[in-house]
Every structure is written in C-alpha cells, then in structure tokens.
C-alpha cells in the first residue's frame, strides 16, 4: 500500500520561529510537491521537486525554503513563521510522468500564534 | 487571466440519485484533467485521470467527462449513497506546464 507521511497532523508554533515540515513517500516517486490548503482559495502549490537537490517555485514561494537531500524525503521550512502561514499543508509525490496521480499525506495543520 | 472553477456552493443530491460536478476552466490547454475526492482534515485521493483526446471515463459508479471546446469536466456519481459525500476536487495538467492546477472543490452532501 503506497504511502506519504507527514511529520505531524498538529503544530503550534510562534511568530518568528523557524517550523520544519517533513514529508517522505516509500513509492520511490521522483516527483514531490508541498501545497497548503485555506478555505475557499484551494490547493496552492509553494515548491516542487523533480529530483534530490532539485526544487521549483510554485505559486506562493514567499516566506518558504525546501529542501531535497534524499529522493523519499522533502523538507518544508518557514524561515520565520507569520500568523498569515496558519494553514493546512499538505505533501504530494507522483511518478515521472506528469499525467500520473498525485498521493497525498495526510496533511499537517500549522497554526502560528 | 488562466483559471479552474468548480462550483462553490455545496451540493445536496438525495441517496440514489446521480450528483453531477462541474469543473471549467479558462484560457488553459489541458493535457489531463483529474479528480480527487478530499475528505475532513485529510489529503486528496486520486479517483479519474482523463486525457484531452478522451471524452468519456468509467470506473464503477463514477464517470468523467471531458468537452475541450466548452473547456468543461463532469463528474458524475449514480446511485449515490451517503457515503459519497466529500469534497471533490478538478485537476488540470496543462500541456505546457509540469504541475498540477487544482480547483476549490465542490462539497457533495448525499442525504439518506
């Protein structure tokens, strides 16, 4: 059963603290994605990677780095946590081809204080 | 401007009946157009991949189409039950670009 998993469901973090996020697949995708998730604006996606040690912007880069030193593994760091980054994230991994699904983990749900 | 649109207002459809979801978008050429069914406080799940040379997909009781001159998705459940009910999400991979475009989704209530 292939699975993305995610460090936590549930993070309180303060403003001006650096926040980690961690996703690993075990389906050896090359493809891995970070989303977050707010009601009524969707899914919008913050970085990708095609590769280890590759990433890309998506649509809302601003106040996000990642990282992707393994190929199972893609890190989602807030450099400086803001209220306005309380959010749902979510990590994704799909195969090569980009018509192929995307498997999601189950989200962690960050709130900045 | 480029933009996927579903229908915001949640949908209520009696136990039985097939509920119909619209996904449309504008000024994108699709290479793929995907459904995700996205429960509660979890991630997305895959459902139907439909592919621009494709007008219809089957599998079980769901069916998707696809109409590239409308610029239009379908999705379609029959014989509904209560536990169809989720938020259901339209994907556009567009051909000239490697990710995923995702809609706000439409929330499906199936009352019994």
């Known amino acids: 059963d292939v699975k993305v998993t995610q460090s936590s469901r549930y993070l309180v973090k303060r403003t001006g603290e650096k926040v980690f996020l961690e996703c690993v697949q075990d389906?050896?995708?090359?493809?891995m994605f970070w989303y977050r998730q707010d009601p009524g604006l969707g899914l919008r996606l913050i970085y990708f990677?095609?590769?280890?040690?590759?990433?890309e912007k998506g649509d809302i880069p601003e106040g996000y780095s990642v990282s992707r030193e393994k190929k199972e593994r893609f890190s989602l760091i807030l450099e400086s946590a803001s209220t306005n980054q309380t959010s749902m994230y979510l990590c994704?991994?799909?195969?090569?081809?980009?018509?192929?699904?995307?498997?999601f983990g189950p989200g962690t749900r960050l709130t900045v204080t | 401007s480029q933009k996927i649109e579903q229908n915001s207002e949640a949908l209520n459809i009696q136990e039985g009946k097939t509920a119909t979801l619209t996904c449309n978008y504008t000024?994108?050429?699709?290479?793929?157009l995907q459904w995700y069914r996205q429960d509660p406080g979890r991630g997305p799940v895959f459902l139907l991949l439909?592919?621009?040379?494709?007008k219809e997909k089957r599998k079980e009781r769901l069916k998707v189409t696809f109409d590239t001159t409308l610029k239009q998705s379908l999705f379609h459940i029959t014989a509904s039950q209560p536990a169809d009910s989720a938020t259901y999400l339209c994907?556009?991979?567009?051909?000239?670009?490697?990710?995923?475009?995702f809609g706000s989704g439409t929330r499906l209530s199936i009352r019994p």
């Open positions: 994704a991994s799909s195969g090569r081809d980009r018509g192929l699904e995307q498997y």
């Open positions: 389906m050896d995708h090359e493809n």
């Open positions: 990677s095609y590769d280890v040690k590759m990433k």
């Open positions: 000024n994108y050429s699709p290479a793929y």
């Open positions: 439909i592919r621009e040379n494709e």
């Open positions: 994907a556009l991979v567009p051909s000239s670009a490697s990710k995923i475009i």
